[in-house]
């Protein structure tokens, strides 16, 4: 039976064990202080005067407080990983960085900040841009980072993300529009990326955001897809440019080296020439000298031995020879190759013997003698 029906009274818990009205709030506070003065060393057994009402508030005050300063005792405790660091500010102020491990700092008065200083962050991002030529181009990035200064990161900004993001589009954008369209979209996105990655950390540094740029690697370029096809069609002839480039290339490779060849042959075999050239005018030099010292000593001798080795040479190549008579009309004609292939058999090349020449000298003397003996007698008629 409900201790609120009829025949419930005993069941009461305020201790009210008539039905006439409502509970007594007062008197079931005052048994409630008593049995919280009981737990904390109180009397429990009271007459309900003020003296024992006053010490029951003061040990439930007592308590209250105990229990607070646990709490704000245990509240206080925090833990520090190992990849973390902790900046401490006491009323707004900086106060100090927490090291790796279990540490306390009061709560309310001072504030902390724990921030992951080894983990490689990363930022990705793509848009549209301007190149240097006026091109649009679509270039994703990705910019690689960690927190190198704690106290700046927590302190200096208050967004550094946003910062980061900020100034990673500016560096790129400002790269990017003064850079060609080609080097964007084939071997340049190396210089490229070191370069924004330069800038961008002049302008962190510049911020005081306390980040630090690992790395930035942009990924391959594209035009936008509005102008895929008129791009693809410049691609294609780029890379046919490159294409016979390496082929004329390759051709004077092979015609070069084939013409310094000839060209150096060409050298030596002048320089055999006038080394040939220059040798036999020594050679002639020094007969002529020789020929000098026998013709002071034997003029005559000498002269008609030269006259003979200059016919002999002259003639020795000639197969017919036409003598020209002095005051007459007629021309003499000696067929030198029969007179040759009756005196000697063939054997090489035909040639003149000082004594054929002698004979064929006294044949022509003897003719012409001949001659002008009849022209004298004609005339004497």
Request: aromatic share 6%; no cysteine.
């Amino acid at each position: 039976m409900a201790w609120n029906e009829p025949g419930g009274g005993d069941k009461d818990p305020w201790g009210n064990r008539n039905n006439d009205g409502p509970p007594d709030l007062d008197e079931a506070l005052k048994k409630l202080q008593q049995k919280l003065g009981g737990i904390f060393g109180g009397k429990s057994g009271g007459n309900g005067n003020g003296g024992t009402g006053g010490k029951g508030f003061a040990s439930l005050f007592v308590a209250v407080g105990v229990i607070a300063a646990l709490l704000y005792g245990f509240t206080g405790f925090y833990q520090v990983d190992e990849k973390e660091r902790a900046v401490v500010l006491q009323l707004g102020a900086f106060k100090e960085i927490k090291q790796p491990g279990l540490r306390w700092n009061a709560p309310l008065v001072t504030e902390v900040f724990v921030e992951n200083v080894t983990e490689e962050r990363q930022y990705p991002s793509r848009g549209l841009m301007l190149t240097e030529d006026e091109s649009i181009v679509e270039l994703p990035i990705t910019v690689q980072y960690n927190v190198n200064d704690v106290k700046a990161y927590v302190l200096n900004v208050r967004q550094p993300e946003v910062s980061l993001r900020h100034a990673a589009d500016s560096a790129l954008r400002h790269v990017v529009g003064s850079t060609e369209l080609e080097q964007v979209l084939s071997e340049g996105r190396g210089k490229i990326a070191d370069e924004v990655e330069q800038r961008l950390q002049q302008y962190l540094d510049s911020y005081g955001t306390g980040i630090l740029v690992r790395d930035v690697n942009i990924q391959e370029g594209r035009p936008p897809e509005e102008v895929r096809a008129a791009f693809d069609d410049v691609i294609k002839a780029k890379e046919d440019e490159e294409r016979l480039k390496n082929e004329a290339q390759a051709y004077a490779n092979a015609v070069v080296p084939a013409a310094r060849g000839r060209a150096q042959r060409m050298l030596e075999e002048a320089e055999a020439y006038r080394a040939e050239v220059t040798s036999r005018a020594e050679g002639e030099t020094a007969r002529f000298l020789d020929l000098l010292a026998e013709y002071e000593k034997f003029p005559e001798v000498t002269r008609e031995r030269l006259y003979i080795e200059t016919v002999e040479e002259v003639m020795g190549n000639a197969s017919k020879v036409l003598v020209d008579v002095e005051g007459g009309n007629n021309m003499m004609y000696l067929p030198l190759d029969k007179l040759m292939q009756s005196s000697q058999s063939q054997q090489g090349q035909a040639r003149i013997t000082a004594d054929q020449l002698r004979q064929i000298s006294d044949a022509v003397a003897r003719q012409l003698g001949r001659t002008n003996n009849a022209n004298n007698y004609r005339e004497g008629r």
